[in-house]
């Protein structure tokens, strides 16, 4: 499986939630840069899941006008979801039952600690080797979504 995972781009410090928190116009461009220099290494993206909070939605909706696919909103990738969540879920995306079983290309949006911990975990890297700034996006390889059973293909910062 190939899996992308995209963090938010940079939001807003202050709204009267964390879940409201909106990006920023320098969010949204520094979004759209990293996408724009990935669409070659995306091309095989079938799915875009984010998480409901209103900047992965608003990151998500630039990947989806990029990418021509539908945002489909997933609790398991807010902030606080425990990582053992996560990798059910994206076992469960791990074939595309209208397609014969086909493998399933999927772009994940969310937020830290979740998007470094998790890839740190499933490349088996030294945990906060690789930093996850705002509008980060990671390309991984892994054949089962298990610790140390991916590889890192890039991960592109703006």
Do not use: K
Not at 81 to 98: A, E, G, I, K, M
Not at 103 to 116: E, K, W
Not at 124 to 130: I, Q, S
């Amino acid at each position: 499986m190939q899996l992308f995972i995209l963090r938010h781009g940079e939001a807003q410090s202050v709204a009267p939630s964390d879940a409201q928190r909106q990006l920023t116009a320098r969010g949204r461009l520094q979004v759209e840069q990293t996408l724009q220099a990935s669409l070659s290494a995306m091309g095989d993206v079938d799915c875009i899941y984010a998480s409901p909070y209103i900047r992965a939605q608003q990151t998500a909706e630039i990947a989806s006008r990029l990418l021509r696919l539908p945002v489909v909103t997933c609790g398991q990738l807010v902030p606080e979801t425990p990582r053992s969540d996560v990798v059910r879920f994206v076992d469960s995306l791990q074939c595309d039952p209208l397609d014969e079983g086909a493998p399933v290309t999927p772009l994940l949006v969310s937020h830290q600690p979740l998007v470094g911990s998790f890839v740190d975990w499933l490349c088996g890297l030294e945990y906060g080797r690789h930093v996850m700034g705002t509008s980060a996006l990671a390309s991984i390889d892994a054949e089962v979504i298990a610790g140390n059973c991916g590889a890192l293909s890039f991960m592109r910062q703006p």
